[in-house]
Nanobody
Framework: QVPLVESGGGSVQSGGSLRLSCAVSGYTVSRNSMAWFRQVPGKGREAVACIDQVGTTTYVDSVRGRFLISQDDAKNTLYLQMSSLKPDDTAMYYC???????????????????WGQGTQVTVSS
């Protein structure tokens, strides 16, 4: 298994910002597709954003314009910059890696074979 470690979660007020990080070991993030998912108790894991091997990004409608997925190739790290946060964004956030090059099928958790341990984001109204 390839290690992925999330960090940067916390508690913020509605309208605030956070940046999540995912440190990756064992492979180069720019050579495959990477994604962020989120999950609340009793619900399935929801795809939030994806970035493919050439840097093309995809977002779920509810976060488009507020969230930005990116990579720092020098640090081999994946990021999720979150702005204008809402209480509905409260969840455990996970980074995930796929051996596929592109983000086709990115909403399906089965296409991502490597997962981090998660970092909690809580947004108060």
């Amino acid at each position: 298994q390839v290690p992925l470690v999330e960090s940067g979660g916390g508690s913020v007020q509605s309208g605030g910002s956070l940046r999540l990080s995912c440190a990756v070991s064992g492979y180069t993030v720019s050579r495959n597709s990477m994604a962020w998912f989120r999950q609340v108790p009793g619900k399935g894991r929801e795809a939030v954003a994806c970035i493919d091997q050439v840097g093309t990004t995809t977002y779920v409608d509810s976060v488009r314009g507020r969230f930005l997925i990116s990579q720092d190739d020098a640090k081999n790290t994946l990021y999720l910059q979150m702005s204008s946060l809402k209480p509905d964004d409260t969840a455990m956030y996970y980074c995930a890696a796929s051996r596929l090059f592109y983000c086709g099928g990115w909403r399906d958790v089965a296409n991502f074979g490597y997962w981090g341990q998660g970092t909690q984001v809580t947004v108060s109204s």
